[in-house]
């Protein structure tokens, strides 16, 4: 019986594990949190459209009678040398590896300290409780995070300013986007500040590269993730994560699968994205080279939420409407529903 080790229970992580229910490997699941956490539903606390419980799954109760052990642990340092993964409560050993420990915040050198995150629940909560007593509130980082946190703040009647590098806001995605963003922005009243790269981040304000600065109340850092600094660091990978094979194996070790935050590959990273690949590490666990299967990188439709609208992204098209911000919303019930079915078809065997 192979020994399969998962770090991480974000969208990758669980996901490798629901699709291993019933199969006939030993599964563990290792994570420091003893919850799942819907991330992009996040920004729904801004204005109470969720709560902190309808946006996290509890592990244990979602792994009980699957066979999968899940232990709430932090991953040390990982040896793939020797096939093991040291963590705070001791050592495991496995026969093959699944690397989903997600991602940190990109800094770029910078101490962000001052500023909140949007990246975690616990973050996000901290933001939250900062923007209800702000006036002024600037966002770093103008893609589809920050400018979704933008949009939520400014219905809660804040001003808010945006500030990217990039001369327009999802500049990763079609133009076409891009320029319903600004009309929003414009309507809304939002200060959308592009080719304005950051130099420095203080309490009260945050300094641009071209000496001039912004004054806020607080700011939330949305600029983007880089792969989890566990990975890198005992890995020796850079900031982009673990390089992967057509399988979504780690090169050099072979045993070893990465996906999501931590893999280094040409897609957004979007939890829809992450569930895809989930997909296929799963059915590449154990099996013959020539039996498996590819990831295709896919492209699927975005969805941005835009305060109370929404912007749906595919290719070289965009489309706004409310239609949209409801659909997100549905995104997240279908997504818990499917967890369940997962579940209940891995126990009887489908």
């Known amino acids: 019986m192979a020994k399969v080790l998962v770090l991480g229970a974000g969208f990758a992580g669980v996901n490798v594990c629901m699709n291993l229910i019933g199969s006939e490997h030993d599964v563990e699941l290792l994570d420091i949190n003893g919850s799942h956490e819907f991330k992009p539903g996040l920004v729904d606390l801004y204005r109470e459209r969720h709560t902190e419980d309808e946006l996290r799954v509890n592990l244990n109760k979602l792994f009980e009678d699957t066979g999968v052990k899940f232990s709430r642990e932090a991953v040390e340092d990982i ?19 699944v690397v989903a420990l997600g991602s940190d915040p990109a800094t770029y050198g910078m101490d962000v300290s001052s500023a909140d995150g949007f990246y975690s629940l616990t973050s996000a909560k901290k933001s939250v409780k900062k923007v209800e007593d702000a006036e002024k509130v600037t966002v770093v980082g103008a893609g589809y995070v920050g400018v979704e946190v933008a949009g939520e703040i400014s219905e809660m009647g804040k001003e808010v300013s945006v500030v990217d590098s990039a001369t327009r806001p999802m500049s990763t995605g079609n133009e076409e986007s891009s ?20 130099k420095r981040v203080e ?21 983007g993730v880089q792969a989890s600094k566990t990975v890198q660091d005992s890995l020796n990978v850079d900031r982009d994560g673990v390089p992967v094979d057509k399988y979504l194996r780690w ?23 992450a569930i895809d690949q989930a997909e296929v590490v799963a059915k590449n666990i154990d099996v013959p080279r020539k039996d498996m299967v590819e990831y295709d990188g896919s492209e699927f439709p975005l969805l941005v939420s835009l305060g109370d609208s929404g912007l749906m992204m595919y290719k070289e098209a965009a489309l706004q409407s409310s239609v949209f911000r409801k659909l997100k919303d549905a995104v997240m019930k279908v997504y818990l529903l499917n967890l369940r079915k997962k579940k209940l078809a891995g126990r009887i065997g489908l």
């Not at 040896?79 to 590896?97: M, R, S």
């Not at 090169?251 to 994205?273: S, W």
């Open 251 to 273: 090169r050099k070790y072979p045993q070893v699968f990465a996906l999501g935050d931590c893999a280094d590959l040409e897609v957004i990273d979007t939890a829809h994205n």
């Open 203 to 223: 309490e009260t304000k945050v300094v641009l590269e071209n000496g001039k600065s912004i004054e806020h109340d607080a700011c939330i850092w949305s600029a």
């Open 79 to 97: 040896d793939p040398a020797e096939q093991k993964v040291h963590t705070n409560a001791g050592t495991h050993d496995y026969t093959y590896l």
């Open 179 to 198: 320029h319903k963003i600004i009309d929003y922005m414009n309507s809304e009243g939002i200060n959308f500040k592009g080719g304005s790269a950051v």
